[in-house]
């Protein structure tokens, strides 16, 4: 082998290592992403819940749906978009049971405070929260919600298209053989190898794209702010204890768990 086809080799193998390089880098660079997506994914779910058994002691508190419902016409909210979750356990009572003169008072704070949780787990959930970055002394980021995820699902399906087009295997393979013309035998093995197998092998290999409904996170409708509601929902606790006192009693009992008077 002369010097001349020495140089050509080397190169080649220089070549071929930083196309191989850049070709496995790509793609396990993508299977990260994609997996950080799930992992984002089971974070929502279990943020998921907390809306919901949110939810859940908002609706205990006003007896039923159809109250529930009263209550969400009173604040312009569509309260359905809050289901039930039928494997939930039973409301757990707040941490701070609040004090007023009254038993109304108290039923009436109680549910100022059950839809001010519900408004600051929702907001977690679909837009996020601001919380010191632990890389970066100073900074802070957002937490990881719903808005974000759905937009980097989107990104994360264009990156696949484009990977799946620009670093198929069949390309890699035509690349190699560009390349390797020194050893025509080891050319004519990949030419017969591949040819017709190509198709094949870039299907077998292509990236599926995300499918962001198969996730399964909810929608939460948006709610009114605490200070917007505290109104509304203090004139429909006065209706509703007028209506169903020893219900409301009976449920705040049952809530605190203490075999006390609420």
């Known amino acids: 082998m002369d010097q001349r086809e020495l140089l050509s080799e080397s190169l080649a193998e220089e070549v071929l290592s930083d196309m191989a390089e850049n070709f496995f880098g790509t ?4 299977e990260r992403r994609i997996d950080r997506l799930y992992a984002h994914s089971r974070r929502l779910h279990q943020k998921a819940h907390r809306v919901t058994s ?7 508190l006003l007896l039923d749906d159809t109250e529930t419902r009263g209550l969400g016409d009173a604040l312009g909210v569509a309260f359905d978009g809050f289901p039930a979750d039928p494997a939930a356990a039973p409301p757990t009572p707040p941490p701070r049971w609040p004090f007023a003169l009254t038993r109304r008072g108290v039923f009436t704070q109680l549910v100022v ?3 001010a949780d519900l408004h600051a787990v929702r907001e977690e959930y679909m837009l996020g929260r ?3 970055d632990p890389d970066v002394k100073g900074r802070m ?7 974000s995820v759905h937009q980097f699902c989107d990104r994360l399906n264009v990156d696949i298209d484009r990977v799946n087009r620009q670093s198929s295997p069949s390309q890699m393979l035509q690349y190699i053989k560009r390349f390797d013309v020194i050893h025509e035998e080891r050319a004519n093995i990949l030419g017969s190898g591949f040819d017709g197998k190509t198709a094949q092998i870039d299907q077998r290999m292509a990236f599926q794209k995300i499918d962001f409904d198969a996730l399964g996170l909810p ?4 709610l009114a702010t605490v200070e917007k509601a505290r109104d509304p929902i203090k004139k429909f606790c006065r209706g509703l204890y007028r209506r169903r006192p020893a219900e409301i009693l009976r449920a705040m009992r049952t809530l605190k768990g203490d075999g006390h008077r609420a």
Do not use: E, K, M, S
């Not at 929608?219 to 948006?222: D, E, L, N, Q, S």
């Open 130 to 132: 601001y919380v010191p």
């Open 54 to 60: 949110a939810a859940g002691l908002l609706r205990c």
């Open 141 to 147: 980021r957002v937490t990881v919600n719903y808005t």
């Open 219 to 222: 929608v939460f409708p948006a």
């Open 27 to 30: 793609r396990t660079q993508l």
């Open 113 to 115: 405070d059950a839809y």
